[in-house]
């Protein structure tokens, strides 16, 4: 089957046309800029071969449009028809407590989203975006796929936060977690380099890059997550804080005088690895002044590591025990510094770090662990776009029979 899976954000529309059969791209690339000056399209074909242009996109419409002309344009495209498309795979952020996993998209679907919006104000709208705008381009099956589905499982007494109850049962108040996509692929991936039964194994995925979060899976399912009612908690990000104590915001918003918008984006864009190093939310530029002896890059390294290793440490005791810890996303698979740093001194839980191999190991899967390592230290590199494809595909075709 061929799927066209969409991940529409604000300002921007990244897809790749699938082939599940084969597990390959056909086509890969993104828009940019939506509504602004200089909008472009680009689109990668799998022999290597980049067309980017700048055109006039001022919507998703027109921005799903101009993805659906180039896949087909004779001298660059990769289709004839586009009728070759058999259906489309959209990711969507939030999928509250109503999606527990990948549904066919249907007019109830979409309300229900709409409904949900709230819950995420920033990611669900141009979501719901992409798919009216998808429906509205083509006349093919459509699955939503859940960022928060994979965290579906985790117990109540996890997801109840220690506030009223009330605000639980007013604004649907609790951990929902996200990343749900990767961490179920790498952790599924893993086992399968294993030769393990997913059903059976316990583990830790470590999703790093701009965002992160960590998921404790037992059973194939997840049963803690870092992130929780909103991407903000947890590790420490490119430009998130993760865990802060709760009164220092409202300190903060009593010093500074800040409205909500102002604390929300002090939160959420200016802190991080960005606020604590003051210069760059880039872990790439973090590590060039790290090992250029930056003392300040040294504290943002220091405190990244620390609370994964407390994450670890935590998630050892929800678990009783971790055959396999997973790295993944940009800095995962391709920071030995940062995988190193926050394993060190875990010998008495049973991770051993082989350094040599790990140095060698830059966005490739690989077991990094010693041989004799209790538990198995992995690095696998994510594909949600694939369990997107593989989702909607299966959903698609048992609608079919
Ligand atoms: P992602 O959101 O998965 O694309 O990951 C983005 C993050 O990965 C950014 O902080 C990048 O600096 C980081 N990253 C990508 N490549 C490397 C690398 N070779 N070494 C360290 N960090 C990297």
Redesign the pocket.
Known sequence: MKVLTLNCGSSTVKYKLIDTESRSNIATGKVERIGMIGASIELKSPDGNKVVREVEILDHVMAINAILKIMVEPKVGVLKDLEEIDAVGHRVVHGGETFSGSVLITDKVVQTLKDNIQLAPLHNPPNIQGIEAAMALLDVPMVGVFDTAFHSTIPEYSYIYPIPYQLYKKYAIRRYGFHGTSHRFVSQRACEINGRNFKNCTMISIHL???ASMAAIRNGKSVDTSMGFTPLEGLVM?TRCGDIDPAIILHIMRQEKLSLHEADNLLNKFSGILGISGRS????DI?ELYFAGDKQAHLVINIYAYRIKKYIGSYFAVLNGVECIVFT???GE??PLIREKCLEGLDHLGIVLDKKKNDEV?GQEAIISTPDSPTKIMVVPTNEELVIALDTAEIVSRMKK
């Open positions: 890059g701009n965002g490119g939310s880039d872990m790439r590590e996303a940009g800095i391709n920071s830059v």
